[in-house]
């Protein structure tokens, strides 16, 4: 068990994402950010399976075949895009991605880019967080405005940088 090690990784994280949503003006959101994380359900599984360069969730995928703790986080942390998956009115489209309200997309682009950097360190560049997400874009389930916000973002840090992408948001997604 790497209690420590987890506990570091999980504050660092969230003090970072905290740090990008107050720069936001989302100060309830900072504040509040991923402390499920710190819940037993949440918190030893991490520390079972934590590796330091990835999230542990993944580590007990591999070992499990779920990762029970992802299972309770998502459903209570509306900045992931997987909070808002619900069954389609539409009965033949199955599941499906709800909108999210643009606090949360903007949101989820802190916790990306707060991700990249924390697992990366020094070997981050702007491109992590587009890189990470075109991995597995073609696999989600998100609704489309939604995704056509998230990756502007991404592709705005990836081309612009942290300050034109912040200032974008700022100015004109959360003014919206």
Same mark, same amino acid.
């Given at each position: 068990?790497?209690?420590?090690?987890?506990?570091?990784?999980?504050?660092?994280?969230?003090?970072?994402?905290?740090?990008?949503?107050?720069?936001?003006?989302?100060?309830?959101?900072?504040?509040?950010?991923?402390?499920?994380?710190?819940?037993?359900? /949440?918190?030893? +599984? !991490?520390? &079972?399976?934590? #590796?330091?360069?990835?999230?542990?969730?993944?580590?007990? =995928?591999? $070992?499990?075949?779920?990762?029970?703790?992802?299972?309770?986080?998502?459903?209570?942390?509306?900045?992931?895009?997987?909070?808002?998956?619900?069954?389609?009115?539409?009965?033949? /489209?199955?599941? +499906? !991605?709800? &909108?999210?309200? #643009?606090?949360?997309?903007?949101?989820?682009?802190?916790? =990306?880019? $707060?991700?990249?950097?924390?697992?990366?360190?020094?070997?981050?560049?702007?491109?992590?967080?587009?890189?990470?997400?075109?991995?597995?874009?073609?696999?989600?389930?998100?609704?489309?405005?939604?995704?056509?916000?998230?990756?502007?973002?991404?592709?705005?840090?990836?081309?612009?940088?942290?300050?034109?992408?912040?200032?974008?948001?700022?100015?004109?997604?959360?003014?919206?």
């Amino acid at each position: 068990m790497h209690f420590l090690g987890h506990f570091k990784t999980i504050t660092a994280h969230k003090l970072l994402v905290m740090k990008y949503c107050f720069r936001l003006g989302l100060y309830w959101q900072g504040l509040c950010h991923d402390m499920s994380k710190y819940l037993p359900s /949440e918190f030893l +599984v !991490g520390a &079972k399976y934590y #590796i330091g360069t990835e999230s542990p969730n993944n580590e007990e =995928r591999k $070992a499990t075949g779920v990762s029970t703790a992802w299972l309770h986080h998502k459903g209570r942390n509306k900045h992931h895009f997987e909070y808002w998956m619900d069954y389609s009115v539409n009965r033949q /489209e199955g599941i +499906v !991605g709800m &909108k999210m309200p #643009i606090n949360y997309v903007a949101e989820m682009f802190c916790d =990306r880019l $707060a991700a990249s950097k924390n697992y990366q360190k020094e070997k981050y560049t702007k491109n992590h967080p587009w890189a990470y997400y075109e991995h597995s874009k073609h696999r989600t389930i998100i609704h489309p405005e939604t995704r056509e916000i998230l990756e502007k973002l991404l592709l705005m840090l990836k081309e612009e940088g942290e300050d034109a992408t912040f200032t974008y948001i700022k100015k004109e997604l959360l003014k919206r």
